[in-house]
């Protein structure tokens, strides 16, 4: 595979990210088949319990309750997936000054190239399941900035039964990974997606089957690997970040070459 006929690919990742795309139609690998789903989809009623007896710990001043209770109310979608994470943290948001402000930036195209610090990712004193969640919204919102590895930072650790968006989890894992050449995590936060293609959307699958012939392919050493390095460098650069990890890619770059060359 060469550098030319793996950037489609990127493309499609990124497009992916940002908006719905019409179905792909891959067959099914048999390791796909074979992966542990370990995962289903979440329901509002089960997100609602957990986050109103949170509230019901809580000082909270009767507007921001009543903001809450109205996203809650009967009668309102009953969505799961990318809607319900995006209700959840809309409704940590109303009572949580660091919530509001973490919403705040995932609500907009990054700044610059440093990605802000979240005090309530590393708050003890936020429930692990609340943290796992806003871990997922942050992360996401990372990996659709190009900050990959402060999104993988996020990602790292969390699993399907961790957050109310099972599939946005593992799609974005998939996704980093794939950018990070992380080829074995790749395959296996791909597969674990598509082994419940039916529980999550279609252009999720769509990427995460290009992503499992992709990673599948990939050999280390050779001339399409070398061009991704690059192309990594080149975007770390873009970001303004020119340090030791940068320095260690070019190096590894370096060494790949020297090998073909021999």
């Known amino acids: 595979m060469t550098r030319a006929s793996w950037i489609p690919i990127a493309l499609a990742v990124t497009a992916a990210m940002i908006s719905p795309a019409a179905p792909l139609v891959y067959a099914q690998s048999a390791d796909a088949l074979e992966a542990s789903a370990g995962w289903e989809p979440v329901g509002p009623e089960e997100v609602r319990g957990k986050l109103f007896a949170w509230l019901d710990g809580r000082e909270v001043d009767a507007p921001a309750r009543a903001g809450v209770e109205e996203l809650w109310r009967d009668g309102a979608p009953d969505t799961g997936g990318v809607e319900l994470l995006n209700r959840l943290a809309q409704s940590v948001a109303l009572v949580d000054e660091n919530t509001r402000e973490l919403v705040a930036v995932c609500s907009k195209p990054r700044q610059n190239a440093a990605s802000p610090g979240q005090h309530r990712l590393s708050d003890e004193e936020t429930p692990a399941w609340l943290k796992a969640n806003l871990r997922l919204l942050y992360g996401r919102w990372l990996a659709q900035e190009s900050l990959f590895d402060e999104a993988r930072r996020q990602l790292d650790g969390l699993g399907p039964d961790d957050v109310v968006d099972p599939a946005s989890l ?90 073909l060359i021999k």
């Open 170 to 259: 593992l799609f974005y894992q998939a996704v980093v990974y794939h950018r990070l050449l992380e080829k074995e995590a790749g395959l296996k936060a791909a597969r674990q997606l598509l082994s419940g293609a039916e529980r999550c959307p279609r252009r999720y699958t769509a990427v995460a089957r290009l992503i499992e012939a992709d990673l599948g392919a990939l050999k280390p050493d050779t001339l399409d690997h070398i061009a991704r390095r690059m192309e990594d460098i080149g975007r770390r650069l873009d970001l303004g970040r020119a340090g030791e990890k940068v320095r260690g890619i070019e190096d590894g770059v370096i060494e790949s070459l020297d090998k």
